[in-house]
């Protein structure tokens, strides 16, 4: 450890989480009088606190919590859900977003709101292509999106940044040491953002063509090979390239493959509820009501494409079970398609400390979250709500490009002066988000600027990844017992 903390954590009083809202009177501050909200948040919650993580007498049950999440996903993928979540703890944490709400409910908070992420794990950010073609670097998942504090999303992203380096093999040291730069960063971007004018925080983004020069002198010859590999390979993701993936041809109609569970055709799932007409009537159904929520420059785009086809795709690893749709659509012809995502809604994990989101649709509060959030959203982002769904019950969805130069770095193979590297550009990232919707001079107040802030987050990053090898041993041992079921490999 190459800092140590000149108290002892002990019992602090944590300040009760209630509902959050966004502050929209804050432009009514000036900003000495932002600064002393900061100041005094500081006096009141100490920047040290934040070390502390200590496990409540009555804490939930992390696998009950996650059983509870069960009881609304498709059955029959709930199994693959643990199967992914048992590999590493890693993977553990990354479908873990609920339990650990749960235990960031009982630790210390400024009580200054942001528009959180509500699940900023390190392998949530990653390259994106923006409305104008470039690439971007940003936060790119949204599904637990809420007002809340923005502390939680810090201390998500530094446990997972511990947790990912653990399971790399790398030194206590080494782990500190991109804990403390993902911290520093977000720390040291705050205090930039503190002093521009909101313009210039709103435009501000990652690009990753700009970052690759800027570092070009701080990355060795293979770095800068792994990022130009990267940023080519991006721009190969788009719905051209699905397509030939993911599709066949049968009867001179590009039709979605079979590849189950992880890809299901609709009719595979639906052979003696619906036919191909009443599959069809019921995607242009959807498709029309999400129209409504696009611009009105891209619901013409949309008009120019027809319902092709359509499948169940299982995605990430918190995500598994929630209903999600690819849906291909054609332009002119089969050389002009269109891959969308239509993915379930339900309500943040964040929801039940900080109480429900002001949006009655899940899906747009998921909209509207990556929209605040985000430098540049996908064009075809948009939401609707379906009463007569497939399985006859109402459920919210968002929509979203399937690829639009999509493209994540493998954690798993990272050295740690990559990971250290990518930590401090999550951190960038993370508090550009944060500043765009949350009181940023009051926050850049509250850090300050030394690294007092940064040391006790990365305290409390060991003592969670901790935790979270516990919790994921747990799940082992509640699969070996039979308590709950698991499929591997998939």
Same mark, same amino acid.
């Given at each position: 450890?190459?800092?140590?903390?000149?108290?002892?954590?002990?019992?602090?009083?944590?300040?009760?989480?209630?509902?959050?809202?966004?502050?929209?009177?804050?432009?009514?501050?000036?900003?000495?009088?932002?600064?002393?909200?900061?100041?005094?948040?500081? =006096?009141?919650?100490?920047?040290?606190?934040?070390?502390?993580?200590?496990?409540?007498?009555?804490? $939930? *049950?992390?696998?009950? %919590?996650?059983?509870?999440?069960?009881?609304t996903r498709v059955p029959d993928l709930v199994p693959v859900r643990y199967g992914r979540m048992m590999v590493s703890p890693f993977t553990y944490f990354r479908g873990a977003a609920l339990p650990m709400a749960s235990d960031l409910a009982t630790t210390p908070v400024t009580g200054i709101a942001v528009q959180a992420c509500g699940d900023a794990h390190l392998s949530n950010f990653g390259v994106y292509g923006s409305a104008e073609r470039r690439l971007v670097f940003d936060a790119n998942d949204f599904d637990e999106t809420l007002p809340g504090p923005w502390e939680?999303?810090?201390?998500?992203?530094?446990?997972?940044?511990?947790v990912a380096a653990r399971g790399n093999g790398f030194s206590r040291k080494e782990r500190r040491d991109i804990v403390m730069n993902a911290m520093g960063q977000y720390r040291q =971007?705050?205090?930039?953002?503190?002093?521009?004018?909101?313009?210039?925080?709103?435009?501000?983004? $990652? *690009?990753?063509?700009? %970052?690759?020069?800027q570092f070009a002198t701080a990355l060795s010859q293979r770095q800068r090979k792994v990022i130009d590999k990267g940023m080519t390979k991006a721009r190969t993701r788009d719905s051209l390239q699905e397509v030939g993936k993911l599709t066949r041809m049968v009867d001179g109609e590009p039709r979605i493959i079979s590849d189950p569970p992880v890809l299901v055709p609709v009719e595979e799932l639906l052979k003696t509820e619906m036919d191909r007409k009443d599959i069809e009537v019921f995607m242009t159904g959807l498709i029309a009501g999400y129209r409504r929520t696009l611009q009105t420059d891209r619901r013409y785009l949309?008009?120019?494409?027809?319902?092709?086809?359509?499948?169940?795709?299982?995605?990430?690893?918190?995500?598994?079970?929630?209903r999600c749709w690819i849906v291909l659509m054609l332009g002119r012809d089969e050389s002009d398609p269109l891959f969308l995502q239509v993915k379930e809604a339900e309500a943040s994990v964040l929801s039940r400390y900080v109480g429900a989101s002001q949006y009655k649709n899940q899906g747009q509060r998921v909209v509207a979250g990556q929209r605040l959030m985000q430098a540049s959203s996908d064009i075809f982002l948009g939401w609707q709500h379906v009463d007569d769904t497939p399985d006859g019950q109402p459920r919210d969805f968002y929509v979203r490009q399937l690829r639009d130069w999509k493209f994540s770095l493998d954690v798993e193979v990272m050295v740690p002066a990559g990971m250290r590297m990518y930590a401090g550009l999550c951190g960038w990232t993370l508090a550009r988000a944060h500043a765009c919707s949350g009181d940023r001079i009051a926050i850049a107040a509250y850090l300050g600027?030394?690294?007092?802030?940064d040391r006790a987050i990365a305290e409390f990053a060991v003592t969670y990844a901790d935790q979270n090898e516990r919790d994921h041993q747990s799940l082992v041992d509640a699969v070996a017992s039979g308590r709950i079921t698991a499929q591997q490999g998939v």
């Amino acid at each position: 450890m190459t800092a140590t903390m000149t108290h002892q954590p002990t019992e602090i009083s944590v300040r009760p989480v209630g509902r959050y809202h966004l502050d929209l009177d804050v432009a009514r501050l000036t900003p000495a009088e932002r600064v002393a909200r900061g100041k005094a948040a500081r =006096a009141a919650v100490p920047r040290e606190s934040h070390e502390v993580f200590m496990l409540p007498s009555d804490r $939930a *049950d992390p696998l009950s %919590l996650l059983q509870e999440q069960d009881l609304t996903r498709v059955p029959d993928l709930v199994p693959v859900r643990y199967g992914r979540m048992m590999v590493s703890p890693f993977t553990y944490f990354r479908g873990a977003a609920l339990p650990m709400a749960s235990d960031l409910a009982t630790t210390p908070v400024t009580g200054i709101a942001v528009q959180a992420c509500g699940d900023a794990h390190l392998s949530n950010f990653g390259v994106y292509g923006s409305a104008e073609r470039r690439l971007v670097f940003d936060a790119n998942d949204f599904d637990e999106t809420l007002p809340g504090p923005w502390e939680w999303d810090v201390k998500r992203l530094a446990a997972s940044l511990e947790v990912a380096a653990r399971g790399n093999g790398f030194s206590r040291k080494e782990r500190r040491d991109i804990v403390m730069n993902a911290m520093g960063q977000y720390r040291q =971007a705050m205090r930039q953002f503190a002093g521009m004018t909101n313009l210039d925080v709103w435009y501000a983004h $990652a *690009d990753i063509e700009q %970052l690759r020069a800027q570092f070009a002198t701080a990355l060795s010859q293979r770095q800068r090979k792994v990022i130009d590999k990267g940023m080519t390979k991006a721009r190969t993701r788009d719905s051209l390239q699905e397509v030939g993936k993911l599709t066949r041809m049968v009867d001179g109609e590009p039709r979605i493959i079979s590849d189950p569970p992880v890809l299901v055709p609709v009719e595979e799932l639906l052979k003696t509820e619906m036919d191909r007409k009443d599959i069809e009537v019921f995607m242009t159904g959807l498709i029309a009501g999400y129209r409504r929520t696009l611009q009105t420059d891209r619901r013409y785009l949309l008009d120019q494409y027809q319902f092709c086809d359509m499948a169940r795709k299982v995605v990430g690893v918190g995500s598994v079970g929630t209903r999600c749709w690819i849906v291909l659509m054609l332009g002119r012809d089969e050389s002009d398609p269109l891959f969308l995502q239509v993915k379930e809604a339900e309500a943040s994990v964040l929801s039940r400390y900080v109480g429900a989101s002001q949006y009655k649709n899940q899906g747009q509060r998921v909209v509207a979250g990556q929209r605040l959030m985000q430098a540049s959203s996908d064009i075809f982002l948009g939401w609707q709500h379906v009463d007569d769904t497939p399985d006859g019950q109402p459920r919210d969805f968002y929509v979203r490009q399937l690829r639009d130069w999509k493209f994540s770095l493998d954690v798993e193979v990272m050295v740690p002066a990559g990971m250290r590297m990518y930590a401090g550009l999550c951190g960038w990232t993370l508090a550009r988000a944060h500043a765009c919707s949350g009181d940023r001079i009051a926050i850049a107040a509250y850090l300050g600027g030394s690294d007092a802030f940064d040391r006790a987050i990365a305290e409390f990053a060991v003592t969670y990844a901790d935790q979270n090898e516990r919790d994921h041993q747990s799940l082992v041992d509640a699969v070996a017992s039979g308590r709950i079921t698991a499929q591997q490999g998939v």
